[in-house]
């Protein structure tokens, strides 16, 4: 039951970062892997991670889980944007939220991993 709540209360810190703290900036350019905004977007996931872990664990796996995140989400968001740039795929368009739907599914996997390497 444990697991479950961490991998509840870690899709509910990913719609505050990816909705709500997202809206709250200029939109980076995600496809510029250096780009500052794709990194602190980026940073906002790691951050809220550490903070979910730290309820059940000790600091140093919840940063350990934390780097993972930000690492991994950044990696996420950069490669969508940038094969949805190259492709062209508008977001009024059919396949561009067929490709949002795998960008997604890739977020909660990572929680889903982060939850496996810490319970086994």
């Known amino acids: 039951m444990l697991e479950a709540v961490v991998l509840f ?6 719609s505050v970062a990816d909705l709500l703290f997202q809206a709250m ?3 980076p350019n995600k ?9 602190l977007h980026a940073l906002d996931h790691g951050v809220l991670t550490f903070f979910v872990m730290l309820l059940f664990v000790d600091y140093k796996w919840a940063l350990a889980m934390a780097v993972l995140d930000m690492l991994l989400h950044a990696n996420i ?4 944007t940038t094969i949805a740039k190259a492709k062209n795929w508008k977001r009024d368009t059919t396949v561009f939220w067929k490709f949002q739907t ?3 599914m890739l977020h909660y996997a990572t929680y889903f991993l982060i939850v496996v390497v810490t319970y086994g």
């Open 102 to 104: 795998l960008d997604q």
């Open 25 to 27: 900036r200029p939109m």
């Open 77 to 80: 968001d950069w490669a969508k």
């Open 31 to 39: 496809s510029n892997y250096l780009d500052k905004g794709l990194w």
């Open 9 to 14: 209360l870690l899709m509910l810190k990913h």
